[in-house]
């Protein structure tokens, strides 16, 4: 083993500190490009849901896009200031 243990101390190599460091770093890079890929394939899912649903839920999402585009026209704003 590449310890050694003297009154209670132990002392590792350089070798095996730079090894363990690097293991945490590649670690933690995989779980983020897991996390990544997860995240792209979940939201290809959702979006793939969201644009075959019915055809109530396309009204209604137009509907709230007319309500928005209607609420920052500028006849609205000149009567909330108001």
Avoid: W
């Amino acid at each position: 083993m590449l310890t050694v243990e003297e009154k209670g101390v132990v002392y590792t190599s350089p070798r095996r500190r730079f090894c363990i460091i690097l293991l945490i770093v590649l670690s933690v890079l995989a779980f983020v490009g897991i996390g990544i890929v997860a995240g792209y394939f979940i939201g290809r899912n959702s979006a793939k849901s969201c644009d075959s649903g019915d055809a109530k839920t396309q009204e209604q999402l137009d509907q709230i896009y007319r309500d928005a585009v209607e609420m920052v026209s500028p006849k609205e704003l000149r009567e909330n200031l108001k």
